[in-house]
């Protein structure tokens, strides 16, 4: 059989022996698909990627800034990891659908950065639709849910992981932008960025941003030449002070000599007021940082914060990603980087506050104690100081479960869009032409801090350059009153170091505040560093105050206003739970 098989296989054919038709066959497919593989492949290389300028100026230049192309580890993904499919089916596929790319290529179609730019979030909604539909399987060459490791993750990443494994997410689903242009924020929160269609929305040129970038650090560079020469000579005047004072002080020395001494060996020392024995109770390290132009707005919003959807569908607390990245995040923000369009040169990004709290079964104390840092001059206000008779605010708000946005956000339930020195701040002749609004909102120093709940709409997308908040969108008064009644307001309190008196007051359509009598604070800067003391009854005796009962759970946030800054020029906390005599409270109340 075998023989029968050998002799038909080199029997001749008409001019060839099957065999050498075998032969030469199989050597041939050997040569086509080794060299058709080798040309596949070579398609696959970084540099047939850029060899077209359209690729080469524009999102080629974009990825060399980005940790896909350069990181620590020295990994680096190519064009083709992240668009060439790996198993062969998808991957001729991917080169098939390619033929229509080249088409456009021979057509001009994106031949120049403006032409690009036209059809950018176009071709993006391609790739995400693409990659969406299968499951994200280019990420995959490199990530994946079981090589994961939640310890060497921070927070918010574990808390977006988990989330997104519950709701059967892929990767593209958050990633956008992650190595190009960040053209999925022109997207609303309604669009369907996986339908496929044609969009002619585009960020602006590049050449733009270069121009508004260099004006950005133009300006701050003449910001921070101003301010330092607003520092050296509010350092001059001070000096010469200190040397007046000095003259002064050694001439009274001198008078009362005598007296001192006396006093010295037959006087009662002095007692140290309500402030009491603070050694035995637990401190809580808080760190307080910069917030920029950051509203409840911006914390909605996906386009301008990440967590967005997390917080409006299921209440994530701020805590929950950002705990610890406090520093992190005023620094970026205190530097302009974002969300900050005035940025003050030299301003810290963030003040670590120790906090210890107790209470006598009548009273709750507060003690904050922080580092200074000497004067920064703020270069847009008159003599570098936005509010000279206070060196420093701190106000502190409270919520009982009321106010069911503070429980989750804190004080950002009370920060807006439209609020003074805020993006969306209404315009001067807006605010006179408010009319009845007016009368029932005081609106002479602009738009304070309300909650949601007082208006009857809450404009968070600034969708088609609507503004946003709702300033103007204020409830009748019978649902205002019900409110009220409800406890539906955020209780405040401030010190404020040039009175050294206590405010109180409340959050509802406004803020509500006036110098109270039955709270006490009181303030000191010594050896650089600051204490502020404040005392409160723990029953509410007024309209707009929220009792402080055992066994429940309180939101707390709290706010520093340094270096004699106003308005939103601060210092805040993320949202804290405060209880009494609760050790596992993130602010335990101690009796004393």
Not at 7 to 15: C, G, I, S, V
Not at 496 to 508: D, N, T, V
Request: glycine letters at 8%; aromatic letters at 8%.
């Amino acid at each position: 059989m075998i023989l029968r098989l050998l002799k038909w296989f080199w029997q001749p054919t008409a001019r060839y022996t099957w065999g050498a038709i075998f032969i030469v066959g199989g050597l041939a497919g050997i040569i086509f698909w080794g060299g058709f593989n080798t040309a596949m492949e070579a398609t696959n290389t970084m540099e047939f990627c850029v060899s077209c300028h359209e690729m080469e100026e524009n999102v080629y230049a974009e990825y060399k800034e980005t940790i896909h192309y350069e990181n620590r580890t020295g990994v680096r993904a190519t064009c083709s990891d992240c668009h060439v499919p790996d198993p062969w089916v998808h991957k001729v596929t991917r080169k098939i659908q390619a033929s229509n790319e080249l088409l456009h290529k021979a057509l001009g179609t994106i031949d120049t950065p403006e032409k690009f730019e036209d059809k950018r979030l176009t071709l993006a909604k391609n790739v995400w639709k693409a990659m969406k539909e299968s499951d994200s399987r280019e990420c995959r060459n490199c990530h994946s849910w079981e090589a994961m490791s939640s310890t060497l993750q921070k927070r918010r990443a574990q808390k977006r992981h988990i989330a997104a494994r519950a709701e059967n997410l892929t990767c593209i689903d958050c990633h956008k932008g992650i190595a190009h242009r960040p053209v999925h924020k022109l997207l609303d929160e309604d669009d369907d960025p996986y339908d496929g269609k044609a969009d002619k929305r585009r960020l602006m040129s590049k050449a733009e941003e270069t121009r508004i970038k260099a004006e950005r650090e133009a300006a701050k560079a003449a910001a921070a030449a101003a301010a330092e020469k607003a520092a050296a000579e509010a350092k001059a005047k001070a000096e010469a002070e200190a040397v007046e004072a000095a003259k002064k002080a050694a001439e009274e020395a001198a008078k009362q000599q005598a007296a001192a001494a006396t006093a010295a060996s037959g006087g009662a020392s002095a007692g140290t007021g309500s402030s009491g024995d603070w050694s035995a109770i637990k401190s809580t390290e808080i760190t307080l940082f910069y917030p920029g132009q950051a509203s409840i707005e911006w914390v909605f919003n996906g386009r301008d914060h990440g967590g967005g959807r997390a917080v409006r569908r299921i209440n994530d607390r701020c805590q929950e990603c950002h705990k610890g990245e406090e520093a992190d995040m005023g620094a970026k923000i205190v530097s302009g980087e974002k969300a900050e369009a005035t940025p003050i040169p030299g301003k810290r990004g963030s003040i670590p506050v120790d906090v210890k709290a107790k209470h006598d079964g009548e009273n709750l104390t507060l003690r904050f104690e922080w580092p200074d840092v000497g004067h920064t001059p703020v270069p847009f206000a008159d003599g570098g100081k936005m509010d000279p008779e206070n060196q420093i605010k701190l106000a502190v708000m409270f919520d009982d479960e009321a106010v069911e946005m503070a429980g989750f956000t804190g004080c950002w339930a009370t920060c807006h869009h439209d609020s003074r020195y805020m993006p969306d701040a209404p315009k001067a002749d807006a605010l006179a032409a408010a009319g009845a609004l007016g009368e029932v909102i005081n609106l002479k120093d602009g738009v304070t801090k309300y909650l949601p709940d007082s208006r009857s709409e809450f404009e968070y997308k600034g969708k088609n350059g609507k503004p946003r908040g709702a300033w103007d969108k204020l409830i009748d008064k019978a649902d205002m009153d019900a409110l009220r009644e409800q406890g539906a307001f955020m209780d405040l309190m401030r010190y404020k170091s040039g009175s050294e008196k206590a405010e109180s007051g409340s959050i509802l359509a406004q803020r509500l505040l006036k110098y109270a009598d039955n709270i006490s604070a009181s303030g000191s800067l010594k050896d650089g560093k600051w204490t502020v003391i404040i005392t409160r009854p723990l029953k509410a005796d007024k309209p707009g105050g929220v009792s402080i009962e055992a066994g429940k759970t309180y939101t707390m946030g709290f706010a520093i206003h340094d270096d004699y800054t106003s308005a939103r020029f601060h210092h805040v906390s993320l949202e804290y739970k405060l209880e009494l005599d609760n050790p596992e409270a993130e602010i335990n109340v101690v009796k004393q």
